[in-house]
């Protein structure tokens, strides 16, 4: 087991992990009611300062697991901070503070029966990126191929385990509650299929499925698999060169680059969904590199999600309804999607349709701009006016990874900001669908 000593790896003990993600809240939380203060003295409020952002990232990236992921997702949201806060938090995507070296070589004795030293040709000591469940080291094989090598955290599926633990006391609570608010079965999808995750060797076979999907679309790849160096806790693939969408963004791209970039994205999410039910539900920017030759590489696949073929269909269904800009029975197919619903139909179906009108904009209007893409903000207010009425559609546990996915898609094409045709992407995809 690790040394208690040992401070560069997760703090271990589900109350000493509740304990240093309380100190945070209560500090990020007075800054949230200064900034309500702010907002009814008729000032501009901002949600987090910077100096808040930093503290974010040191006790999440320190705690790493699914804390870690929460920060992930919220550096994801351009609506609620900064660019300047956003940055910050963007260190979360793939720079967490690292492990120290010995735990690296433990790991790697310990799943490929070798020292890194003995296993590869050359092993950097220095990791080439850092993230929630484990960090990534460049490396060479005997046979000379560069690789990355993903080494998972000693004790992260612990902390994983308590993590969950935690948010779950919250989640049954709320439950007890109201049955309104029962999320008892979202939770069980999310939490399964976070700790579903922390088996590398189940990783390295979605990567092989997720490649087969992804092989009709050339100018997206997959990176191959090496079994030879791979284990439970260890998990070899080819190594991609060129830069993670969270530092592209930042080269000051042209617009016919970053409508490129946006389109393989786009293509990347819905492509495999439509072709073969499954779907990259982790896509924050550090998931994603753009290479030198033009090709967008997909990298991290312990969240591939796989659908059922009702979901599929349905979606499937309604997705060629909205491109032919034809009527559709959005009640009729949210049920075979796999919803229900305690409202009136009628009622329901007026939710219903306003949510897919305000998601189906780039798919209607042309050209499109994301660079002042407000779908994300109306989607939320959306939700907010109707909570009541929207507590009572229920959409199928299996719904949670899709919206994952697709609600991380949106906020990525907005931080592309990307203007063009975008409804004649999805047009090609509808045709390929026949």
């Given at each position: ?65 699914a ?7 919220i550096?994801?949201d ?50 080439l ?31 994983m ?16 509650a ?21 088996d ?8 092989r ?6 092989a ?93 073929p009702?979901?599929?269909?349905a ?19 949210s ?50 006016r ?13 719904a ?12 990525n ?13 999805f ?8």
């Open positions: 087991m690790p040394s208690d000593s040992d401070d560069t790896l997760p703090p271990q003990g589900r109350f000493t992990r509740m304990r240093k993600l309380a100190g945070l809240s209560m500090q990020v939380g007075s800054e949230v009611l200064k900034s309500g203060a702010k907002r009814l003295a008729g000032g501009t409020p901002e949600l987090l300062s910077k100096g808040a952002a930093e503290k974010l990232v040191s006790t999440l990236g320190e705690l790493k697991g804390a870690m992921k929460l920060g992930q997702a550096s994801m351009p609506d609620l901070l900064t660019p300047e806060v956003r940055q910050v938090l963007a260190r979360l995507q793939n720079q967490a503070p690292a492990m120290a070296y010995e735990q690296v070589a433990r790991v790697v004795r310990e799943e490929l029966d070798a020292p890194p030293e003995e296993a590869f040709r050359e092993f950097s000591r220095e990791p990126a850092a993230a929630s469940l484990g960090q990534v080291h460049r490396a060479v094989l005997p046979d000379g191929r560069p690789v990355a090598v993903k080494v998972q955290y000693p004790g992260i599926a612990e902390s385990a308590q993590d969950l633990q935690n948010l779950g006391m919250v989640v049954k609570t709320v439950s007890f109201s049955k309104l608010m029962d999320g008892t079965a979202y939770f069980q999808e999310f939490r399964d299929e976070l700790l579903l995750e922390l590398y060797r189940r990783e390295a076979a979605l990567a499925g997720f490649a087969r999907s992804v009709p679309l050339k100018d997206l790849h997959v990176p191959e698999v090496v079994d030879s160096h791979s284990a439970g806790r260890v998990l070899t693939l080819e190594l991609l060169e060129g830069l993670t969408l969270k530092d592209w963004v930042l080269t000051g791209a042209s617009n016919e680059e970053r409508f490129r970039v946006a389109s393989q994205l786009i293509r990347a999410t819905y492509g495999p969904f439509f072709g073969a039910g499954e779907i990259h539900a982790d896509p924050h920017p550090g998931n994603y590199m753009v290479m030198p030759d033009g090709r967008l590489g997909l990298l991290d696949f312990g969240s591939i999600k796989r659908f059922s009702r979901f599929v269909d979606n499937q269904r309604m997705f060629q309804h909205a491109m032919k800009l034809e009527p559709m029975d959005v009640l009729g197919l049920r075979d999607v796999g919803f229900t619903t305690e409202l009136p139909d009628a009622e329901a179906a007026e939710l219903i349709r306003e949510v897919l009108h305000i998601a189906g904009r780039p798919m209607r209007l042309t050209p499109y701009d994301y660079a002042t893409c407000e779908i994300t903000r109306d989607m939320r207010n959306h939700f907010a109707n909570a009541p009425r929207f507590l009572k559609i229920k959409p199928p546990a299996e949670v990874m899709f919206f994952r996915s697709t609600g991380g898609l949106a906020q094409l907005r931080l592309i900001g990307a203007k063009g045709d975008f409804r004649a992407v047009l090609r995809l509808a045709e390929q669908l026949g």
